[in-house]
């Protein structure tokens, strides 16, 4: 283990009885580590009798209640607020790490200039794989898409199904923003892009870390392979970004996505194409109209959020911090037009 590293907590924020069986493989995965983690926390998000469940049935692990709005960033902020570790990992309930995960995030924090790591999330189909779902898009489904590294180097914002964080992260710039992520089943996100800018802006000088080897399998329901579910998300995608653009900035907040809109979706439209007319593949003709379809579908939500954004701009404050649930030191105010996602 790094020096300075002394406990690891990993924590797993669920929010349904849907994903019981999912959420105790999740928690199986993390005990069956080569490198074991100081605590496992498991938050539940304003679910009183999925709370119930768990105290009955995973007596060994620590158990929290989004005190926060209900939702993915306030869930995950509830479980920082009594996490005792050092590094802050998170796994979502419905992916399984690989034995060797926590070991080989941990090892990336040895350069003390690295804020965080995250690593590869693989889609683990529960139906078939959807053949007309460009590789390009898979984000769309909570995995690692193509436009990722393939190896180990410094990246933006990991994947939130598979990320770690120092502490100290979250004590100096506060948590994940309740105004943006995840909310039930409503597919919106951001919240991590959101975190990773800001921390680079306070540390311009400390990165964080793709490590290509520690990766995790993100279990996807067949409801999130159909075409309604890809543009909805498409559409959220774009909602969200806008917001991101709004706390810290357009240029930051998209310097990923331009070269994955010049660079990586055209190619996948060219290899979409050239595998329908070369190889028989008529389901490419599927992927690079999906591509086009997506990056339309992303846009118009994008600039749905910031026509609405800018609009209530004049009747609320968008205050720089982040509120934590419980006091905690790193509390602050926070406001914001939430309306759009709520």
Excluded at 15 to 24: G, P, Q
Excluded at 139 to 161: D, F, K, L, M
Aim: glycine letters at 8%.
């Amino acid at each position: 283990m790094p020096q300075g590293i002394q406990d690891i907590s990993v924590i797993i924020c669920a929010y349904t009885e849907e994903r019981w069986n999912d959420l105790v493989a999740a928690v199986e995965s993390v005990k069956q580590q080569k490198l074991q983690a100081t605590e496992i926390i498991v938050v539940i998000d304003h679910n009183p009798d999925l709370l119930k469940q768990v105290q009955d049935y995973l007596p060994h692990v620590t158990i929290v209640e989004n005190t926060g709005v209900r939702g993915l960033s306030d869930a995950r902020n509830s479980g920082i607020a009594v996490a005792k570790g050092h590094i802050v990992v998170f796994l979502d309930d419905d992916a399984i790490a690989t034995p060797n995960w926590l070991m080989l995030l941990i090892e990336a924090f040895s350069d003390p200039q690295i804020l965080g790591v995250g690593g590869p999330v693989k889609p683990l189909w529960l139906d078939s794989a959807p053949t007309w779902l460009p590789e390009e898009f898979h984000w769309v489904v909570g995995c690692t898409y193509r436009g990722i590294p393939q190896t180990t180097q410094e990246i933006r914002n990991p994947i939130g199904a598979n990320m770690s964080f120092r502490r100290e992260v979250f004590d100096t710039i506060g948590g994940f923003r309740g105004e943006i992520g995840r909310v039930g089943t409503q597919p919106l996100g951001c919240e991590e892009t959101e975190l990773c800018i800001r921390a680079r802006q306070y540390w311009p000088q400390r990165s964080f870390l793709y490590q290509s080897e520690a990766s995790v399998f993100h279990r996807v329901a067949g409801n999130r392979t159909c075409w309604s579910y890809f543009c909805s998300r498409c559409y959220s995608e774009g909602i969200s970004k806008a917001f991101v653009s709004q706390y810290v900035g357009i240029k930051d907040s998209l310097a990923s996505e331009r070269s994955y809109t010049f660079q990586t979706l055209p190619q996948g439209v060219v290899h979409g194409l050239i595998d329908a007319l070369f190889h028989r593949d008529l389901s490419g003709f599927a992927r690079a109209g999906a591509i086009i379809i997506g990056l339309i579908v992303t846009t118009i939500g994008y600039l749905t959020g910031s026509i609405f954004l800018h609009a209530s701009k004049s009747k609320r404050s968008i205050a720089p911090e982040v509120v934590f649930p419980h006091g905690t030191e790193a509390s602050q105010s926070l406001t914001a037009p939430t309306g759009i996602l709520r």
